[in-house]
């Protein structure tokens, strides 16, 4: 009776943790961009930039820079998923463009990496 429950919570560790890392990889038609190409892109178009984070705005905000200039970023806890970020750290983010009346356009990250 053991040996069953051990093996049936065996396959059913291995079928979830099979189904966690599940996704697909492969091409994009999301493009890679600049700073100063996303600040004059339409509201939710999704993007990917490549660049350092120069400091924390306070909350989830923080200030990423590329050669072309800076953009707000707001980076949810849970997309971080245990990275350790300095302002020294080449990172690409992927998100979208998040365009205001009030305010600047700013990027809401959905996946952060470091870049390669």
Same mark, same amino acid.
């Given at each position: 009776?053991?040996?069953?429950?051990?093996?049936?919570?065996? /396959?059913?560790? #291995?079928?979830?943790?099979?189904?966690?890392?599940?996704?697909?990889?492969? =091409?994009?038609?999301?493009?890679?961009?600049?700073?100063?190409?996303?600040? !004059?892109?339409? !509201?939710? %178009? +999704?993007?990917? /930039?490549?660049? $350092?984070?120069? %400091?924390? /705005?306070?909350?989830?905000? $923080?200030?990423?820079?590329?050669?072309?200039?800076?953009?707000?970023?707001?980076?949810?806890? !849970?997309?971080? +998923?245990?990275?350790? #970020?300095? =302002?020294?750290?080449?990172?690409?983010?992927?998100?979208?463009? !998040?365009?205001?009346? $009030?305010? =600047? %356009?700013?990027?809401?990250?959905?996946?952060? /990496?470091?870049?390669?």
């Amino acid at each position: 009776m053991n040996k069953i429950i051990l093996t049936m919570v065996s /396959l059913a560790f #291995i079928c979830s943790s099979s189904i966690a890392s599940a996704g697909f990889t492969g =091409p994009t038609t999301v493009e890679k961009v600049t700073v100063s190409q996303a600040k !004059d892109m339409k !509201d939710d %178009t +999704h993007v990917i /930039l490549q660049g $350092y984070i120069e %400091t924390s /705005l306070g909350d989830e905000d $923080y200030l990423f820079k590329d050669d072309t200039g800076s953009i707000t970023v707001e980076i949810d806890k !849970d997309v971080w +998923h245990g990275l350790d #970020i300095t =302002p020294k750290d080449k990172i690409e983010i992927q998100g979208k463009i !998040d365009t205001h009346f $009030y305010k =600047p %356009t700013e990027i809401d990250v959905k996946r952060v /990496l470091l870049a390669k």
